[in-house]
């Protein structure tokens, strides 16, 4: 048996496989975020630690037999998190998480460093790590000084359960202190930072082994051997691990609290200036492409909380099929936005409202507005050379055709939907937990899903969507200069 977990923002999702990678089981447990001021996102890294214990004992609560034979675990996880311990491995402060905006100045002063976007291959982004440590240097100066470790959310979990500080290429990618061609901490990043070489943790491939599991555990949870724990990865090379998204002209397209478009690449293919994001895959020697936006499914609940209504009944008064867009934009900025604007001041916006615009019409455009914010992704991945035939979607977004075939309309690619089960983050940590257990980078357990169905673009809408974006894209910078 192996099990992934899965520390994301708003939960922490336990998925148990056996050797033929069947499910055997999973559970959830949930998180809260903070937002004490605005562009502020964080959380208490102990409710990680009791959330996975959750999780654990009601998936060996429910399968006692097959949890009792357990050989390794392997986690996936929220990237970019600043979990920052002291000598003795106490918590100093709340987890800044990947959508906390706050050091958007710390991480223009990094990126003006030529260094930074030819070694780590990326914008520094005011999500990544890296700023949150300056931003802590120059705001919270006491912390700073007693900062003995950093470690991404996932790696405070590993930490848990085996008592070693290690992180895996994927998710150290996402910090600006990685050099992600040469897959090894930066001296001279980390320096530039005010950080050290000893303050990081030890890296290893996502599917190699970090550790062994701690006996406190093993007594618990009363298992008959001593599992390994895997390296894992971040969330998204996680995800893209579960899907078989893992060689050249493969993608996915996650739909998710943030939206995610990743293509893997045969190579190091970087194109900081695109906002296109340049990461080491979990696998050795292979790497991705990623475009990021910070509100997808966000956007819709943001607006769902508005109207009263679920997302789902929101969804579900609109027509089984697109006919067109909508006269009405919505531009999802609610956080600020990463690809391809890298802006962390802007915020959303309606335009086009008027009397006749109804509940409906403002759906419908949330789901648009995500969508050409999406294309945008796309066109930034064809900057960086990249290009795609289709792409296969996942997350909960995935729930409305509407939205798909609103999706492929929009991009003008074919958008292929698995068959009904579970190929995220947590199932992509389970195989690399596999991986780890018989000491094989070998891709053929890496399979994709069995697509159920497909959305191809309607040719008969593309010029009044191509239209739509076009009016979308020129919003920006209106938006811009009013932020």
Request: with cysteine; aromatic share 8%; net charge negative.
């Amino acid at each position: 048996m192996y099990l992934g977990l899965d520390i994301g923002t708003s939960g922490v999702k336990a998925l148990l496989i056996d050797d033929e990678q069947s499910i055997i089981g999973s559970t959830h447990a949930r998180l809260t975020v903070s937002r004490p001021f605005t562009g502020w996102s964080e959380q208490d890294p102990q409710s990680w630690i009791n959330a996975c214990d959750e999780a654990i004992e009601a998936l060996r609560s429910l399968f006692p037999r097959h949890f009792k034979a357990l050989k390794s675990i392997s986690l996936s996880g929220q990237m970019h998190g600043a979990t920052l311990l002291n000598a003795k491995d106490q918590l100093l402060r709340p987890c800044m998480l990947w959508n906390d905006t706050r050091s958007f100045k710390e991480a223009a002063h990094l990126d003006a460093q030529p260094q930074f976007r030819a070694l780590s291959g990326n914008i520094v982004f005011p999500g990544f790590t890296a700023p949150k440590l300056a931003w802590v240097a120059q705001h919270e100066p006491k912390i700073f000084e007693q900062i003995a470790r950093v470690l991404l959310p996932k790696d405070y979990v590993r930490l848990w359960l085996t008592g070693e500080y290690v992180s895996d290429m994927s998710d150290a990618a996402g910090t600006s202190w990685l050099n992600v061609e040469q897959r090894c901490w930066s001296d001279e990043l980390l320096s530039l930072s005010g950080m050290r070489l000893d303050q990081m943790p030890r890296l290893v491939e996502g599917s190699a082994i970090s550790g062994r599991l701690r006996a406190e555990h093993i007594a618990r949870w009363q298992l008959a051997g001593t599992p390994i724990v895997g390296g894992g990865a971040g969330d998204n090379a996680a995800s893209a691990c579960g899907m078989g998204v893992i060689h050249e002209g493969r993608a996915f397209l996650s739909l998710g609290t943030s939206g995610v478009l990743f293509a893997a690449t045969d190579g190091y293919k970087p194109n900081a200036a695109s906002a296109v994001h340049a990461f080491c895959h979990a696998i050795p020697n292979t790497w991705h492409q990623m475009g990021v936006i910070l509100s997808a499914t966000d956007a819709l609940n943001w607006y769902a909380g508005i109207t009263g209504k679920t997302a789902a009944q929101l969804t579900q008064q609109l027509p089984a099929y697109p006919e067109g867009p909508s006269d009405v934009r919505f531009l999802p900025y609610l956080s600020g936005e990463r690809t391809p604007h890298n802006d962390a001041r802007i915020r959303g916006a309606f335009a086009g409202l008027a009397h006749e615009s109804n509940q409906a019409t403002l759906t419908q455009a949330v789901l648009e507005g995500v969508s050409f914010a999406i294309r945008d992704n796309l066109e930034s991945l064809r900057e960086a050379g990249t290009e795609l035939r289709s792409i296969v979607a996942v997350g909960g977004g995935t729930a409305s055709q509407f939205w798909l075939q609103t999706l492929a309309n929009t991009l003008n690619l074919t958008i292929e939907l698995p068959r009904d089960g579970d190929f995220g983050a947590a199932f992509g940590a389970a195989r690399l937990a596999q991986m780890a257990t018989i000491n094989s980078d070998s891709t053929e357990l890496l399979q994709p899903p069995v697509i159920e169905r497909i959305f191809e673009p309607d040719e008969s809408t593309a010029a009044a969507y191509e239209d739509a974006y076009q009016h979308y894209q020129s919003l920006y910078p209106a938006l811009r200069s009013l932020a």
